[in-house]
């Protein structure tokens, strides 16, 4: 176990809502960031939040965003959504400057 | 866009073999780590060799580093059922005093009992 929690575990959503998935990050961690796996790929990195800004981003278009907390804790919101954001979004924390990063156990997004 | 290749996607092998993955990246990296999940869920943190270092041992991995090649191995030696999983390899890209890891295309590996 990581120590870094999401939520929800699952969730089911149709074309055209926004979602808002949770994270919150191991103790100590500064730094959170926000990765998307399609089914049989590898994870791709979305943005990066540190002290509350973002600190990187993909290439991800702007109806995703982020927030993060002064608690460190931190959401991802995808706007507009549409069939192809169906996929794990995991999350991980991590100290300023550390390579390791925490992964927490992923959301799994379903788009109808 | 990924980093690169993990060869071979997908590895059978009987309990007690020993299990070789591979990666290939395309740009010059500061690190090199390889993770774990298990299906489909968070991705376990295995271990990280630097530029600098050609070999590096964890228990039953050793990862092997050939930056001239731009590639790295992973081998998990005298496998487990517990072992099956997918496997990544992942480089660190520097980022305002922070790092993004860029992630390969993953290796399954079923461990038959």
């Known amino acids: 176990e990581t120590g870094v929690t999401q939520s929800p575990t699952h969730l089911i959503k149709t074309r055209g809502q926004q979602v808002t998935l949770r994270c919150s990050s191991q103790?100590?961690?500064?730094?959170v960031s926000w990765y998307q796996q399609a089914l049989g790929q590898g994870p791709q990195f979305i943005f990066q939040y540190y002290r509350e800004e973002e600190n990187g981003r993909g290439n991800f278009p702007p109806r995703f965003s982020g927030l993060q907390f002064p608690n460190y804790s931190s959401e991802l919101n995808v706007n507009a959504l549409e069939l192809d954001d169906s996929a794990l979004y995991l999350c991980?924390?991590?100290?300023?400057?550390?390579?390791?990063?925490?992964f927490g156990p992923g959301t799994r997004l379903t788009v109808l | 866009s990924q980093q690169g290749e993990e060869d071979p996607q997908a590895l059978s092998i009987q309990e007690g073999e020993n299990a070789t993955m591979n990666c290939s990246y395309k740009t010059s990296i500061n690190n090199l780590q390889w993770y774990r999940q298990n299906s489909g869920r968070g991705l376990v943190h295995l271990i990280l060799i630097r530029s600098n270092e050609r070999e590096k041992h964890s228990g039953r991995l050793r990862v092997t580093l050939d930056t001239s090649k731009k590639s790295s191995s992973l081998l998990i030696t005298a496998s487990r059922a517990a072992d099956t999983a997918s496997y990544f390899c992942a480089t660190d890209v520097s980022m305002d005093s922070s790092y993004k890891l860029i992630f390969g295309s993953g290796t399954r590996l079923l461990v038959r009992p």
């Open positions: 991980a924390s991590s100290l300023r400057g550390a390579n390791e990063q925490f």
């Open positions: 103790s100590g961690h500064n730094t």
